[in-house]
């Protein structure tokens, strides 16, 4: 089955400094990868996806990720992060390339990130 | 253009009570999912819809039913409340495609007593 690790629960980080959010993933097959972000008491929005192709895909708000296919991994950075980019971010994976197009999603347990000035 | 609407927004039950969680989308999508959201637990899904007429257990099925009403609607249920249902529930929709977005609603905050 596959899964999802986020290596951090919480990362604190200044304002106008970098960050990167740790995602590893478990399959032995092609993966689709996914990050989403949820904003104080809001639902969950996508930032970006990686499906094929390059393995460097660029999001909303500034954000984007690496897909590495040797580490399993799918960070997500961002050069300079501000006040309004405090919220918890989740990694998924799309579980359905066991069979069919069902597109279900398993999560991380999320990252908070908290940007202090 | 609302996306994913969510009824109610919180609601406090007394353990046994039953409830229905109503979820609408007007994106013509195919595939709807109803998860739930425990702190330091991510979001599991409980069941979902991949097209009108038809629905499947997700991870953590038990102690809740689901009814897809049409294309647009699709409702969760618990029929005996247990405090350990105490969460936030997120419904959300997507096409069939598993390259799809998938888009949530508000969330429900409920709390079982």
């Known amino acids: 089955a596959q899964s999802v690790t986020q290596l951090d629960s919480q990362v604190p980080v200044f304002e106008e400094a970098p960050v990167e959010l740790r995602c590893n993933y478990s399959?032995?097959?092609?993966?689709?990868l996914f990050w989403y972000v949820q904003y104080p008491n809001q639902g969950l929005q996508l930032l970006l996806k990686y499906l094929s192709g390059s393995t460097l895909v660029k999001g909303i708000n500034g954000f984007e990720a690496e897909f590495n296919k040797s580490q399993t991994s799918f960070h997500l950075r961002k050069p300079s992060v501000h006040i309004s980019d405090t919220a918890e971010y989740f990694c998924a994976v799309s579980d359905s390339v066991y069979g069919g197009s069902q597109g279900n999603l398993i999560f991380g347990k999320g990252t908070k990130l908290s940007v202090k000035p | 253009n609302a996306g994913v609407t969510q009824t109610p927004k919180f609601q406090v039950l007394k353990t046994g009570q039953s409830m229905t969680l109503q979820c609408a989308q007007d994106?013509?999508?195919?595939?709807m999912y109803w998860y739930r959201q425990d702190p330091g637990m991510g979001l599991r899904l409980i069941y979902y819809s991949a097209s009108e007429g038809t629905t499947d257990k997700g991870e953590v099925p038990n102690g809740y039913n689901v009814s897809r009403l049409n294309k647009r609607e699709f409702s969760l249920r618990l029929e005996s409340a247990a405090p350990s249902q105490t969460s936030v529930y997120f419904c959300?929709?997507?096409?069939?495609?598993?390259?799809?977005?998938?888009?949530f609603g508000p969330g429900t905050r409920l709390t079982v007593l």
């Open positions: 959300a929709s997507s096409s069939t495609d598993s390259t799809d977005t998938q888009y």
């Open positions: 994106m013509n999508h195919n595939s």
């Open positions: 399959s032995s097959v092609s993966v689709y």
